[in-house]
């Protein structure tokens, strides 16, 4: 029975028309599919144009979602995540989830995170689902475990060469660009290990607020460049500097989007920049639009 006021909301609007028919199914592309068929360079020109559209505000991009999975006798231990974006005037937005940190899976011989991105037209709400550009630099690696397997994949993929090293002060003393990307809550390098002559670090391990890489007193005393401050500053390597008293917001040198853009300088010496990425919508809407474009059309 309609009640009165959806009575009158109907009258006021008129017979309302249905679908006849359905959306077709989403199309598939597993891992392999899709790393055959694209490239890091696909993805390059079309991240940079995203992070364009972001400093000038033309993407949507909400707040990354955590979902922590605590250990039980029935599930975890683990973490989801999950991000999406829209870059204004393209024709598709993309939202990804990815599942990480589930060690229990080693010992099920399975790989401990997994991953979807699901591409959605932005015309008519349809889903499809889908889940070298390298300069001649040389690669040092080092972890505490696996570091020789990693500088072997790294070196296959990249086509350049890979040392591993003995400890994380030998890699910074030996690195003009270091990157870090661990799961841990405790930093990863000193300040005092760092090249004189000026280093970019390049920060990605940090996307919720149990993680920090970089110590405190490296973000101060840096060039400091966040992917989206208002990510950073909440789940990001920003977080730690605020909460030791080091930094604020207003420290923040520029977002990734303006160096692009050109619209702040980027290396002016023998400086310490640290670049911050939590991940955004911004890059998952742009990679989501160039694997539509190779694979959905097919």
Not at 33 to 57: H, M, P, R, Y
Not at 122 to 146: C, L, S
Not at 278 to 298: E, H, M, P, S, Y
Request: proline letters at 5%; aromatic letters at 6%.
């Amino acid at each position: 029975m309609l009640s009165s006021l959806g009575r009158r909301a109907i009258a006021r609007t008129g017979p309302r028309a249905f679908a006849t028919s359905a959306f077709p199914p989403p199309k598939l592309f597993d891992y392999e599919t899709v790393t055959k068929n694209l490239t890091v360079g696909d993805a390059i020109e079309s991240v940079e144009q995203a992070f364009k559209a972001l400093a000038l505000g033309k993407v949507d991009v909400p707040l990354p979602m955590h979902i922590g999975i605590e250990e039980s006798s029935v599930a975890g231990p683990g973490d989801c995540h999950i991000k999406g974006g829209y870059v204004s005037a393209t024709p598709t937005f993309t939202v990804k989830l990815a599942c990480v940190s589930f060690y229990n899976n080693l010992e099920k011989n399975l790989p401990p995170g997994s991953g979807i991105f699901i591409v959605v037209n932005a015309i008519t709400g349809d889903m499809a689902r889908a889940a070298r550009e390298i300069r001649p630099y040389k690669g040092v690696a080092f972890a505490h475990d696996g570091s020789e397997e990693f500088a072997k994949q790294m070196s296959d993929e990249l086509g350049i060469p890979f040392d591993v090293v003995s400890s994380a002060e030998e890699l910074c003393n030996k690195s003009d660009i270091i990157y870090t990307q661990t799961p841990g809550g405790s930093t990863v390098l000193e300040k005092d290990w760092l090249n004189p002559n000026g280093v970019t670090i390049i920060a990605s391990g940090s996307d919720q607020p149990t993680k920090n890489e970089i110590p405190a007193n490296v973000l101060a005393a840096s060039k400091y460049i966040s992917d989206l401050t208002k990510q950073t500053s909440k789940v990001g390597e920003l977080r730690s500097g605020i909460e030791a008293g080091l930094m604020s917001e207003a420290d923040v040198y520029a977002e990734l989007g303006e160096i692009v853009n050109g619209t702040k300088a980027g290396r002016e010496g023998n400086e310490i920049i640290v670049v911050d990425l939590t991940g955004t919508g911004a890059q998952d809407a742009a990679i989501g639009q160039v694997a539509w474009d190779k694979l959905g059309a097919n």
